[in-house]
């Protein structure tokens, strides 16, 4: 099985286009590993192929085998708007204003928001609650018993391949969905993941591994032609893409100083899929700057972007008399938030902090069964949002609960595993504040009409779309439960 | 600079060109009105008719300033006058635009020549697209002074022939020769004046719509009105056509596109660009006309 084993994951790579998403890795990263009995202890005490992801020195300690399994998912979420004050409405009469400056002359305005009442979406309309089920699959080869051995895991979701809803976190959203968006969850639970690793053994006492996550590069070009300005629902469209495959990297070790006590150790690089574009637009009987024969619109996305992580943990496996046996192990997860590039490829004005996830396991087995209790808290990297950014983030302390049984069959094993995990996002309070370092701004200063001349009343004092204006509060629940059945042989 | 704008030229010089008459131009318009050939301009004397005497070839060469009129032009008119042009509109095309003006003219007569008195009330462009319209700021109108020019009038088969001959107008630059002398190009230029007093060079036009701001323009008119008064006695209105023509030259914008060098053309069609004179009593000021508006000329 070994050398057809590992053709077969290649096969299974290719055919299911690897060089796709790695949306998924952002579902593993806060549901853990859903094949697992440990969803949220899968860097310590991780089994299943699921370990290829979360730490691939732990490969030789699984049974060769495959495993199949599904999980719903259910993103319980709120956020609640603050009641906006009287007087910050944008009115119509933005559509003929002209800033007026300090020393009297007047000037087109920078931003332009949208009169409140030609906004095409009410404030907060947008709800962030979804249910999605996903399959996973895994295999883990022995290439060389106890020393060598490879491990592919896939997550595909049952709905769409791949895919990515961009959202802007400041008034920028006021032409789009003009809410809220938690900017950790969502559309980064969605999507696919493949990854491949190797694990070996070079010393008793020492596991390594590596492996990789496929992501993919995207370019888009759109040209496009309008014939007419009049006409904009008709145009003429080209389009160029291209999707390059990307590895990110991942490596995990297991040492073992004293019997039963396993010390490990992983790192994963940034991930990210990005998707960078040119809108190539001709318009009829246009006056193109020098040198150009076409506006150029660019845009740049990025989906699931995980930072670069590292963890450190322990776990210990004791035996019991009866055949009762048990094991516990903690690890530490640091967290790079602080690099964070949002869907738009941008960096959050204000920065975001490193972090550090706790994940606590725990496991008593008898016979054929093991029943295990995880717990985790992640603390939100995402800074109060006092300023004009709404990144909607919360602390997060979840529990996981799992049951695994593993009967022989015929001459290997069946391992049947459910899981329940809940998670539990801490409410939180945000009050935009004028002292922030990026404050919401006025986006309709004092203009003058551009007939008349005259200062326009509703743009004095202070007007903003930001949906997110005056504040905000958020909390939710995150719930997954999963099912898994492998063959081990 | 240098360059025509996309769009606003004739928009903005043809009204000029019907009400502002008093100076020289280089594009031609629709100019089936007799007017004679191009002969002195009329300078803007105290009367409005300067050095004109009858029989000069600016006017019809059947008018006689002798001929008797049993008639009273004199008075006060709410004028409706209504210019038509084409534009060439980046990614739209051709764009017909109607620029509409509302005046107050107080006319003194002296026999067979009358002396008009233009004050512009309202100024309003209008067009078959929402995508981009032009705003005259009212500061632009509160820099347009009372227009004098001359006018004639001749006994026809049902009333009288009123004419106004072809004048020139410049506005934003103060030329020798503002008929011939080239319009400056140059934003630094000392004939460039800042008649709206906003600190931008000539008159300031604004754009709104799919695309925004301002333009500097300096410009040069010129205009024809012929047309027919049916009665006798106290004269109560006056309607006819107009033909026009103009030159323009953008010193600037604070949108580059805006600056675009643009065609566009006076409507060929003579009868879309027109006048009407309606009698008012002599208290009645531009409010008050802008006011009646659609009871004067209604829509």
Redesign the interface.
Known sequence: MSRSGAGWIVFVLVVTGGGFTAGAVGLLETFGAPDSRHPFAARVLGDGPSAAYFNPGLLLFQEPGLRLGASAIWQDLDVELQNRPPGVDVTGAIYRARILNPDGSTSRLVFRPLPNDRLRASRGSYGPDSFSLVVQFGANVSLIENRLALGFYSVLPTSAFGGQTTFFPDEREQYFSNSLHFELFEDRLDGSMFCLALAGRPLDWLWLGAGVVMTNVSEVTSSIFVPDAADQETADINTDISINMRFEPHFGVVVEPLEGLLVTGTLHLEARNDVDGTGDIQLWDYPYPEGQDSLDQTFAFSQGYNPLRASLGAAYRGGGGGGLSWAAGASVLWSRWSEYRDRHQQRPADAWSDNWAVSLGSEISWGSQHVALDAIFVPSPVPDQEGRSNYVDNHRLGFGLGWQWRPEFGAGRLTLTAQVQMQHLFDRKVQKSDRAAHPVFDEFPESIEIQTGEVIADSLGFQTNNPGYPGFSSRGWLWAAGLSLAYNY | MGRRP?FSLQLLTGILCLLLSAGGCSQEGVDDIPDGDAGEPDGGGVDGWGDLAPGDDLWPGDWNADVDIPADFSGTYASLQISSHYS??????DVQYRNVALCRISIAQQGAQLTLDTEICSLESESD?D?VQT?????FLRSLPVIRRPAAVMPAADGYRFFAPRSYEVRGVELADPERDPLPTDPDDPRIQDPDG??NPGLTV?I?G?V???VYVIQRTWSVMDGHAPQTGEIQSISGLIAWGDEQVVLGS????LE???EGYIDPVAENSHFDFKRVSAGKSCADIVAERDGLFPP
Not at chain 2, 88 to 93: E, T
Not at chain 2, 135 to 139: L, N
Not at chain 2, 254 to 257: A, L, M, Q, Y
Request: hydrophobic content about 35%; cysteine-free.
């Open positions: 996309f060439d509109v980046p990614m739209i095309g697209t995508l705003v005259f700021p009212d500061a906003d600190n604004r709104t799919i925004d701001g301002e604070d949108n580059p596109v675009s060098p643009r």
